[in-house]
């Protein structure tokens, strides 16, 4: 599958500036040819419609009441009004794409107009949880998990099969989302039920991003819920493995994409997803602390490294611009784009925006570009298109004092790239806010017997290296605070 850079878009207020753009209504059926161009001279692989799915009207009215939905609105969107609140686009009620969006035949259009640009289409799967609206709430009540009376994180709903009190979706720690209805995942009918629908969904994309994807898993599912017994005979089991391998069987190149917490990414992975959130490193990122980014990636096997997804930020976290200075977001960026696996970058996130759009919203406030942030990208994601960064075979490098007493060496995090052996890349990057040295010990074929010409493509440098230097005492690096830059190595 190679190394996958993703593209997350708002599709709900997306299609709205594209129109504003363009200067005519713009949907899913009849995207500008250009918006394909551009992500795919950027290098995208694969592009991640975020929120197509429909929300239903009880879902729509939690958002339009909860108070504090209500400020966050009025913080990126003052003046809203109700009509631009469309409800949550995780508490579905049809895994159909609502007409204002282009519907289901607009969507086909997209991905076929995607696949035409060698692009591939990821959409939503939501597994825990369903919308209030959806059918199964009133017709097939069984599926989720109830109270004979009412408790916490419960409320009472009207079924085909009489009064039920039917618990809201919600992860363990926090209370549940009253825009949905929780799945009850020991029952052996409901993971079939949610099978079906991932069917229906993976017929109309080539990958599905998970959301919340661990708490689906059987032991943690039991921890969350065993204080209300299951409405019919439990069996409790797995839904990841079987569900991922019956859909590869016919698909194996589909792809699987988790979203995923509490250090579960290994068991994720072990079930078969292809790519996990690593929301480890992007704390450490933003918590600035360089050393524990450094061990995080190089205590993890590389085939954990090469499963991660990486990102500075998505629809759930706050913009980057704001936090980072823009010699901080330039090594961050290099890094999570320089690793192996996944590495995926968010609407408006390459134009700085500042403002985190709650995705309840249908409308977002138009932001002005900020020209270092559009050319720290621009000249990374051109750096990437040129090389064999992201094509070949990577190798995270543990570097070494550059001399006793000096501790710099855990702020950098090293990466060698090499596609077509002797010539190969190393990506650089000093976390720390004060310059950094070290040794890099290189494993690359064939090191030791080449001379060595060593460009920089981030900056003018250049330098000649004796292959057998390189392979005894490893590539001597000393970079500036937040210095970054890519190396190139050609025999001579």
């Known amino acids: 599958m190679g190394h996958p850079l993703l593209y997350e878009i708002n599709t709900r207020c997306w299609l709205p500036e594209l129109s504003a753009k363009y200067g005519r209504v713009v949907s899913l059926a009849d995207v500008p040819d250009d918006e394909f161009i551009a992500w795919q001279r950027r290098g995208f692989t694969h592009i991640w419609l975020m929120g197509v799915w429909t929300s239903g009207p009880r879902s ?43 519907g ?31 059918p199964w709430v009133r017709q097939r009540p069984a599926l989720f998990v109830q109270s004979p009376s009412q408790v916490a994180d419960t409320f009472r709903q009207e079924t085909d099969a009489g009064a039920r009190w039917l618990a809201h979706g919600k992860d363990p720690y926090f209370p549940g989302w009253t825009d949905t209805v929780q799945l009850d995942y020991r029952l052996p009918a409901t993971r079939a039920a949610m099978f079906g629908l991932l069917q229906t969904v993976a017929a109309r994309c080539d990958g599905v991003r998970c959301d919340m994807a661990m708490l689906v898993l ?5 921890r969350t819920w065993q204080w209300l017994p299951a409405a019919g005979p439990a069996t409790p089991a797995e839904f990841w493995p079987d569900a991922i391998s019956r859909i590869k069987s016919n698909r194996p190149d589909f792809l699987f994409l988790a979203e995923a917490y509490w250090g579960l990414e290994p068991v994720l992975q072990s079930q078969g997803f292809d790519y996990t959130y690593d929301k480890t490193l992007y704390d450490r990122l933003l918590e600035r602390k360089p ?64 403002l985190k759009i709650p995705v309840q919203l249908a409308r ?30 990577c190798k995270l490098v543990r570097p070494v004092a550059a001399w006793p007493d000096n501790p710099t060496a855990v702020n950098f995090v090293i990466l060698s790239w090499q596609w077509q052996p002797p010539g190969f890349y190393v990506v650089v990057v000093n976390l720390a806010p004060h310059p950094s040295q070290c040794f890099a010990p290189l494993a690359v074929d064939g090191l030791a017997a080449h001379q060595w010409a060593m460009t920089g493509l981030l900056s003018e440098e250049s330098y000649l290296r004796p292959g057998v230097d390189l392979q005894t005492r490893g590539l001597y690096l000393d970079l500036p605070a937040h210095g970054t830059q890519v190396f190139q190595f050609t025999s001579v």
């Open 104 to 134: 289901d035949a607009g969507l086909a259009e997209f991905r076929e107009k995607l696949r035409g640009y060698g692009l591939r289409l990821i959409l939503d799967f939501v597994p825990n949880h369903l919308g209030l609206d959806h």
């Open 60 to 102: 729509r009215a939690q958002a339009l009441s909860h108070p504090d939905l209500q400020r966050a609105y009025s913080e990126v969107l003052p003046g809203w009004k109700p009509e631009d609140v469309g409800g949550s686009p995780y508490a579905i009620a049809y895994y159909e794409v609502p007409p204002g969006l282009g």
């Open 364 to 393: 977002c406030a138009v932001e002005t570009p900020q020209p270092e942030i559009q050319k720290l990208y621009q000249e990374l994601l051109q750096v990437l298109q040129e090389t064999a960064l992201r094509r070949g075979t």
């Open 291 to 354: 050393a524990e980014a450094h061990h995080h990636l190089l205590g993890l096997l590389p085939q954990t490294v090469c499963a991660g997804a990486h990102f500075l930020e998505n629809h759930d976290e706050p913009r980057i611009a704001p936090i980072l200075s823009p010699q901080e977001h330039r090594a961050a960026a290099l890094l999570i784009l320089g690793l192996p696996g996944m590495a995926f970058l968010h609407d408006g996130q390459l134009t700085g925006a500042r």
């Open 218 to 222: 059987a032991d943690i599912f039991e």
